[in-house]
């Protein structure tokens, strides 16, 4: 018989606190210091055994070891080259889980959690401010972290510094821009308690960029969450399908004193998203982060649009250790996911937003509004309600397959604070036209 979907679609609250995701592109020393009491804590060498009890958040199947699946008629069977230790796919729109292999299972997110970063921070600065770079807004970068290359004592705008945050995974600019929110420490801080507002119970942030730290760990199921947040932002859209930008370089001074600053291009680290050697680019492509440090492995979330079908795939760190791994296990999962879309059952679900209001008002206010904010922060951007050109770019960045500005379904609106619109589709980019 064919399988029945979910009458009820629950939307996704995007907070006013909100900011990024994701990768952490070179190999960083690993920390064996002891876990912190009150939280969970990799190891230098992560169990292969997931635990036995893991968060029932989302459902009661996906707290379950190994993997949860409910194949109806017709529908394909799942890949079987997937080595994650950890993996899920997800439609985007609706939060219906519709496979998933150990989603709670907490491990190391490597720069993934920069998406959380970005989702709690964004909102905060317009791109057009200027900001900068002081000695202190540089220090305490990891050993070997990934840089976008920032200078001391150079200005830089806002805009310029998501660019560094999304294409190189750029720590330092990750550490400048938590300059600017009040430092390291506040930013953690900031970005613990917006994982909490998501329900994003795995995670427990040490450091604001996804360097290896001693307790610092999400899971699949949370860094999911994490992407869909942050997709409902016209910015990050923008910033996670860039391919590729020109970013500052040093001022310097010719023989006649006079003062020049160029640029130099950096490209996104998204295989998914801009293609190598062994990866082509993925059809519907629109980021969102990837990562890799010595103790998560290679972590990847992405999003991809088919035929109207918007979906999230997660993957954390594939045992088989093959260059791009990480991208060809998610290109699998998401093919499968297009192929069974309509025909599995979900075993679980993504959560709202604590505080969110699911009820009846919700969709009698949402209904009536437009161009209202997505998020409660006072220099966050907002959704418009009238699609905006799949092609455009950013000023200073270009888009392989254009930047997800446009919004394809209802507009969601923020009712009371924190109250949002059930049963119509989440807001999503008008994914994208595939770069040639």
Partial sequence: ??????????????????????SLTTTVPVFAADKPSSSPSPTASPSATPPANMSTVGG???????????????????????????????????????????????????????????????????????????????????AGSSMVGIKEEETYTVHDLWLGVFLRSGNDAVHVLSAMNGGVDQTVKDMQAHAEDLQALDTHVVSP?????????????????????????????????????????????????????????????????????????????????NGNTTNAGATFTGVAERNGKVLLVTVMNPEKDEHNEVYKEAARLLDWGFGATGKVTPVGELVPPKGVDTGAQAGASASAGSDAPTST??????????????????????????????????????????VFLVNRRWPLPDLMRRRR
Avoid at 7 to 21: E, P, Y
Avoid at 228 to 245: H, I, M, N, P, W
Avoid at 272 to 286: E, P
């Fill in 1 to 22: 018989m064919p399988v029945t979907k979910k009458t009820i679609r629950r939307s996704m609250l995007v907070t006013s606190a909100t900011l990024l995701s994701l």
């Fill in 209 to 289: 960029d996804g360097y290896d730290q001693p307790g610092q760990v999400s899971s699949a199921y949370d860094l999911t969450l994490f992407a869909r947040s942050g997709l409902q932002k016209k910015d990050f859209r923008e910033y996670c399908s860039t391919v590729r930008a020109k970013f500052p370089g040093e001022t310097k001074k010719n023989d006649k004193g006079k003062t020049t600053r160029e640029t130099f291009e950096i490209q996104n680290t998204n295989r998914l998203l801009t293609g190598d050697t062994d990866v082509s680019t993925y059809q519907g492509i629109a980021g969102v982060k």
């Fill in 377 to 418: 922060g006072g220099r966050g951007d907002k959704a418009s309600a009238s699609p905006v050109a799949a092609s455009t770019a950013s000023k200073d960045g270009t888009s392989g397959i254009g930047t997800a500005l446009a919004i394809t379904g209802g507009l969601l609106v923020l009712v009371a604070g924190a």
């Fill in 60 to 142: 009661a199947r996906l707290g379950q070891a190994g993997t949860q699946v409910d194949l109806g008629a017709g529908a394909p069977v799942l890949p079987k080259e997937v080595t994650a230790r950890s993996w899920i796919v997800t439609d985007a729109e609706s939060g219906d889980v519709l496979a998933a292999h150990n989603a709670h299972w907490r491990l190391p997110p490597a720069s993934t959690l920069k998406m959380l970063f970005a989702d709690t921070v964004l909102p905060k600065f317009p791109g057009t401010e200027r900001h900068k770079v002081a000695v202190t807004d540089l220090s305490g970068i990891g």
